[in-house]
Nanobody
Framework: QMLLVESGGGTVQAGGSLRLSCAAS????????MGWFRQAPGKEREFVAA???????AYADSVKGRFTISRDNAKNTVSLQMNSLKPDDTAVYYC????????????????WGQGTQVTVSS
């Protein structure tokens, strides 16, 4: 059983930056692909970015060039650096873990954090 706790959300003006962090515990972190997902009001949860066990990366087209995902296996953490934020990035952001290979589909992820709100004002 893996426990995930996100931090770093908040309110920022368009064009600004935020850094989200997710701390994992309760399982062997290096065995898991880690992902960030988001859900805006009235919309389905969507893939944002993911990093594989060995550092392979995947990004949604909407965030490529603006967001950077990274992991630290020594600290059991995964981070999401978000730059050039837009109002459309406003959502609750979730950290998730999936044992094995990296995938981008939310139902394939086994463990989820509680979410952190990101609000981008225009």
């Amino acid at each position: 059983q893996m426990l995930l706790v996100e931090s770093g959300g908040g309110t920022v003006q368009a064009g600004g930056s935020l850094r989200l962090s997710c701390a994992a515990s309760g399982a062997t972190f290096s065995n898991y692909a880690m992902g960030w997902f988001r859900q805006a009001p009235g919309k389905e949860r969507e893939f944002v970015a993911a990093v594989s066990r060995i550092g392979g990366l995947a990004y949604a087209d909407s965030v490529k060039g603006r967001f950077t995902i990274s992991r630290d296996n020594a600290k059991n953490t995964v981070s999401l650096q978000m730059n050039s934020l837009k109002p459309d990035d406003t959502a609750v952001y979730y950290c998730a873990a999936k044992e094995g290979v990296l995938l981008t589909s939310p139902p394939r992820y086994e463990y989820w954090g509680q979410g952190t709100q990101v609000t981008v004002s225009s």
